[in-house]
């Protein structure tokens, strides 16, 4: 399996940007020639091991910073956007890596321009409903605009993160942060009652009453009662952060608004430091997590997704939330693998199969087409309406890390990580492999070879050549 080079100019100018020092002094202090590093700023040659290393000595840099963040991401939603049946040549992957990496400024307009064509297109096929509207201007989803915002923050928001986990932990010891919660909200004048019918929660800011639905489940109560201490306690902290996002509508900002405080409900529910320490100790057992928390596996497998502080880092783990229709609800990944933005997930990743074998938990060792290799770990879960007869919510949660930290989950125990890895995919239109049985659509970036005398798994074969 070859090695993927690592080019890293971007990060190393922030870095460099942020200490505040020069090429010349950067470069002496890492031990090379200015033009070396020059040509590694500017992606003309790659980032050496003994550049890396030093960059560790010498700033304590987290090396792992070099390897993920925005430009990984950017790559993988421009292959995405490119395998619009509209591009007719899509560049190669070199050139999209040198585009997010040397030019992310214009990657995101491309980006943002195939989301607005995408919008048009909707439109136009829905002519008679986009007619007539006042608000018929092109925009962004303010769903799609907020799910981007977290993306590309590495759904790590450091300032809340703290502020949460200052709430649960204020001398650096946790508390009993539900006691905690209660206690503010007597402070604050507020009364917390338990609704029988309604919805999960409802703040009466003219009574100054808090309701919380009785039949919710425990960690669900939980949540949505430290969702409220962060909108009446933090209320300042999340409008800055909103402040600095720019999104471009009033919608965009108030979903916006609703993820940070989910965030720091999830952050203060499990702090940080505390959080990581122990999940290292009972080597990520979800389960173990969720007693030891007071909290849903779902929330725990979001949590451990999160964690991506610099300097104190976790196991970097992909996280998603799938329906029964196969649609993805929640999508993160601190690992290259990157999800799809519109449709559904690889039919072939064993996520889908958790709705079959309720209250399991299901392995997989997979490969995507770029030869990396992942440990995925999936479960059905539900959600009940808290009453007879009402609707149960059903999805299947998948968390997942690269194959080389799963010696570090307790799920890998008795696994032979050398065994047989299951080829899975991104998207069809992206996805190269030639065989695979479940393929919906050809991959645009491959010529098709028509045989009509001739008939495979598929209706057509796929030639080696682009």
Known sequence: MAVQKLYAGAKLRELRGRIGVTQKAFAQKLGISLPYLNQMENNHRPVSAGVVLALAQEYGLDVTELTTGDAERMVSDMREALADPVFSAPPP???????????????????????????????????????????????????????????????????????????????????????????????LGVDLRHAEAGPLRHFDSAKRVLHLARGASGPTQRFQLLHQIALLT???????????AQFQTPEARGIAKIGLANYFAGAALMPYGPFLEVANTVRHDLERLADLFDASIEQVAHRL??????????????????????????????????????????????????FETPGRFLRQLAETPDGIRYFCLSRDVSKPGGAYGAPVRRYAIGLGCEVGHADRLIYAEGLDLRGRFEPIGISCRIC???????????????????DPDRRGTLPYQIAEGR
């Open 93 to 187: 992957l070199a050139d999209l890596r040198l585009a997010a990496s040397n030019a992310p400024a214009l990657a995101r307009a491309f980006l943002a321009l195939h989301q607005a064509y995408r919008q048009t297109h909707e439109r136009l096929a829905s002519l008679d409903e986009a007619l007539g509207r006042e608000d018929a201007a092109l925009r962004p989803s303010p769903w799609e605009e907020v799910r981007d915002f977290f993306h590309y923050c590495d759904n790590y928001l450091d300032a809340i993160d703290r502020a949460a986990e200052h709430f649960a932990c204020p001398q650096g010891q946790r508390r009993d942060v539900i006691a905690a919660a209660r206690a503010t909200l007597d402070r």
């Open 234 to 244: 933090q209320n300042d902290l999340l409008e800055a952060t909103l402040d600095l």
């Open 305 to 354: 997704s999160t964690l991506q502080r610099p300097g104190a880092k976790g196991v970097p783990f992909f996280f998603v939330r799938v329906d029964q229709a196969g649609t993805i609800t929640k999508r993160h990944s601190a690992t290259r693998l990157q999800f799809a933005r519109f449709g559904g997930a690889c039919p072939l990743w064993n996520v889908h199969q958790a």
């Open 432 to 450: 190269e492999r030639p065989d695979c049985h479940q393929r919906s659509v050809p991959p645009l970036e491959r010529r098709l070879s028509l």
